[in-house]
Structures are given as C-alpha cells and as structure tokens.
C-alpha cells in the first residue's frame, strides 16, 4: 500500500538525534520533505542527506522543515549528524512503524537484515496532506531532488 499525494500524511512521534520527541504535527504550517534512509553510515544514505544539507538554505528560505527517518538508533543517528554536519533533524524509527504507514520498508534488506527503511521521500503540506511521494526499490538510487524543490516551492 503505497500513499499517494492528496492523502493525509500519517502522523507520527519520533525520538530524535538529540532524544528529543518530535512530531510530525509540530511542523503544521510548514512544508516538511521527509526522507527516509536504510541506514546511516551507508554511502547512499551520506549522498542523500548530504545534498539535502548542501541545498538546506533554499529549503530554509522556503519555510520548509527537512526530516531524515531510519531504523537507526538516536545515538547512531546522532554521531551520524555530527560527522555530516546535518542542520535538520535524523529521527529514529527503531520500532519500525512510521516506515511502514509510510510504505517505506524492506521487509528483507541486505546481509539477512529485517525491517528497514527504504529510500523514500515525501513532501507535506502546510495542512499535513501528502503533495510528493517517492519510495525508491533500489537502495542505491536516489529521490528526484529537482521534483522535490519543485514541490516545495
């Protein structure tokens, strides 16, 4: 089951990099591009955030909120953010549930690991409604960044 744009986005709390609670509804107003990764520390994964955080002062200008998903741990993620650099938040989905309303989740990844994240981007609305959708089969293609900056523009 795949979301598609017009839908409502699926609301979620996740405990950030900095152990912090961060909800999807505390951007309501703002455009938020959410991108899910498998992993950190995966080259992929560096690739696709780092040229979200190369092109963050166009999002920024944009009264856009990024967010990086995984299944990462937040002290993974937070050692991740330090040595990339990262302005926005990595939140961590261990549980694996906000991947798998977002239809973003190999059941069987690489190496025999279970429940990941696939590479996936949305983008959503100031009312929380789901205008760009992107959940990528191959883990070393990356989301359309132009398609992105055009939704959210």
């Known amino acids: 089951m795949s ?11 996740l405990v950030s990099d900095e152990l912090k609670s961060v ?50 741990s937040p002290f993974t993620l937070k050692k991740f953010k330090e040595e990339n650099n990262y302005q926005f938040p990595l939140l961590s989905d ?8 977002y239809g973003a989740i190999y ?8 429940g990941v994240s696939k590479r996936a981007a949305f983008v959503i609305d100031e009312n929380q409604n789901i205008i760009y959708a992107e959940v990528l089969e191959k883990a070393t293609d990356l989301p359309d960044f132009t398609a992105i900056a055009e939704k959210v523009k």
């Open 3 to 13: 979301l598609q744009p017009g839908q409502a986005a699926p609301q979620f709390i």
């Open 23 to 72: 909800s999807l509804a505390d951007f309501k107003g703002k455009k938020v591009v959410v991108h899910f990764f498998p992993m950190a520390f995966t080259g992929t994964c560096t690739t696709q955030l780092c040229t979200m955080r190369d092109s963050f002062g166009y999002y920024d200008g944009l009264n856009a909120q990024i967010l990086g998903i995984s299944v990462d």
């Open 94 to 101: 261990f549980n694996k549930d906000v991947s798998r309303d």
């Open 107 to 114: 059941e069987e990844f690489v190496l025999g690991l279970k």
